[in-house]
Nanobody, 127 residues
Framework: QVQLVESGGGSVQAGGSLRLSCAASGYSVSSYSLAWFRQAPGKEREGVANIFSGAISPKYDDSVKGRFTISRDNAKKSVYLQMNNLKPEDTGMYYC????????????????????WGQGTQVTVSS
């Protein structure tokens, strides 16, 4: 049984930083890409960042490029999202997601490509 458990969310002021963690169990973290999504109140869930299992560079949504960094630790079966210079529009529930198959670069931030989801961790950024 695959389980993804996020942690690290919280409340910060604009310009602050947070580091989200996602611990996986029952899943081969080294085999496929992993991703972070977020959902703001009243909005659809959107892809934030994806990290591939191979040497391909991570993919980021334009809204977070230069501010967020995704990384993974295969030994710890974990993926991380370092978020710097946070803005109020970054507020939302952040989810870790994993697929059961390989994903192309162009589909890396598409929600429908992912089969396993964590319960989410809340990030609130105040101005």
């Amino acid at each position: 049984q695959v389980q993804l458990v996020e942690s690290g969310g919280g409340s910060v002021q604009a310009g602050g930083s947070l580091r989200l963690s996602c611990a996986a169990s029952g899943y081969s973290v080294s085999s496929y890409s992993l991703a972070w999504f977020r959902q703001a109140p009243g909005k659809e869930r959107e892809g934030v960042a994806n990290i591939f299992s191979g040497a391909i560079s991570p993919k980021y949504d334009d809204s977070v490029k230069g501010r967020f960094t995704i990384s993974r630790d295969n030994a710890k079966k974990s993926v991380y999202l370092q978020m710097n210079n946070l803005k109020p529009e970054d507020t939302g529930m952040y989810y870790c997601a994993a697929p059961s198959h390989g994903i192309s670069y162009g589909r890396a931030l598409k929600e429908e490509e992912y089969d396993y989801w964590g319960q989410g961790t809340q990030v609130t950024v105040s101005s």
